[in-house]
């Protein structure tokens, strides 16, 4: 499967209602300490604006909304694998990426057949609080031999100027947060990601 380079996330359909019309074509929605309420609108939304767009929405955590609402993907964590029902999510058709730290998260990760695995924090980041020292680009290059020809994500403090390097290393995709949301001009720094990573 070969999956677009650039995978921004962001925490609001908002957010998507401003970048998928730039050309980004695969994006996550990560909702964290809101109502189900309101997290179940803000996937119906995000969902009919990525199928607007002929882009691929990709929900975190809530793989139940992301069935009932028929989203394409679901990103768990490995907190969430140990409450997930992945028969139930493979049989409504999503396709999964899963959050890996560690030699023992992989292996697990590995046994659910993903259709991408994410490692991370490759550098420093500021996003949250992370018991994992930050990966390093050795890292990436040695998950990616081990993963074969499933896509990987780097992610974590990562930016413009660093993603040559980690595409270089071995990651297939690029995900991003905070060098987008926190920007002055999150559109002309999207531009620039949509640019490097083409």
Same mark, same amino acid.
């Not at 119906?44 to 990709?58: K, S, T, W």
């Not at 420093?124 to 031999?145: E, F, H, N, S, Y």
């Not at 040559?164 to 001009?185: E, F, K, Y």
């Not at 999207?190 to 083409?198: D, I, P, R, S």
């Given at each position: 499967? &070969?999956?677009?380079? !650039?995978?921004?996330i !962001?925490?609001?359909?908002?957010?998507?209602?401003?970048?998928?019309? %730039? +050309?980004?074509? !695969? &994006?996550?929605?990560?909702i964290?300490?809101?109502?189900?309420?309101?997290?179940?609108?803000e996937i119906?939304? +995000?969902? =009919?604006?990525?199928?607007?767009?002929?882009?691929?929405?990709?929900v975190?955590?809530?793989?139940?909304? =992301?069935?009932?609402e028929? =989203?394409?993907?679901?990103?768990? +964590?490995?907190?969430?694998?140990?409450?997930?029902?992945?028969?139930?999510?493979? #049989?409504?058709? *999503?396709?999964?990426?899963?959050? &890996?730290?560690?030699?023992?998260?992989?292996? #697990?990760a %590995?046994? !659910?057949?993903?259709?991408?695995?994410?490692?991370?924090?490759?550098y420093?980041?500021? *996003?949250?609080?992370?018991?994992?020292? /930050?990966?390093? %680009?050795?890292?990436?290059?040695?998950?990616?031999?081990?993963? +074969?020809?499933? /896509? *990987?994500?780097?992610?974590?403090?990562?930016?413009v100027?660093?993603? /040559?390097?980690?595409?270089?290393?071995?990651?297939?995709?690029?995900?991003?947060?905070?060098?987008? &949301? *926190?920007?002055?001009?999150?559109e002309a #720094?999207?531009?620039?990601?949509?640019?490097?990573?083409?």
């Open positions: 499967m &070969t999956l677009p380079r !650039f995978y921004p !962001f925490d609001s359909a908002d957010w998507l209602a401003r970048m998928l019309p %730039l +050309g980004v074509r !695969f &994006t996550q929605l990560r964290k300490d809101r109502p189900l309420d309101d997290v179940r609108a119906r939304r +995000g969902n =009919a604006l990525a199928q607007a767009h002929g882009a691929d929405l990709v975190n955590d809530y793989w139940q909304i =992301a069935i009932d028929g =989203a394409g993907w679901v990103h768990l +964590g490995q907190e969430d694998l140990d409450d997930a029902d992945i028969p139930a999510i493979r #049989r409504a058709g *999503l396709r999964l990426g899963l959050s &890996t730290h560690n030699e023992a998260e992989l292996d #697990r %590995l046994s !659910f057949a993903p259709d991408y695995i994410a490692l991370g924090p490759v420093p980041t500021i *996003l949250k609080q992370m018991k994992w020292a /930050p990966q390093g %680009l050795d890292r990436v290059a040695d998950w990616k031999r081990r993963v +074969g020809d499933i /896509p *990987l994500c780097a992610i974590g403090g990562l930016s100027e660093r993603a /040559p390097g980690v595409l270089a290393a071995g990651a297939d995709m690029v995900s991003v947060v905070t060098d987008i &949301t *926190l920007n002055p001009d999150p #720094r999207v531009a620039q990601w949509l640019k490097v990573t083409a």
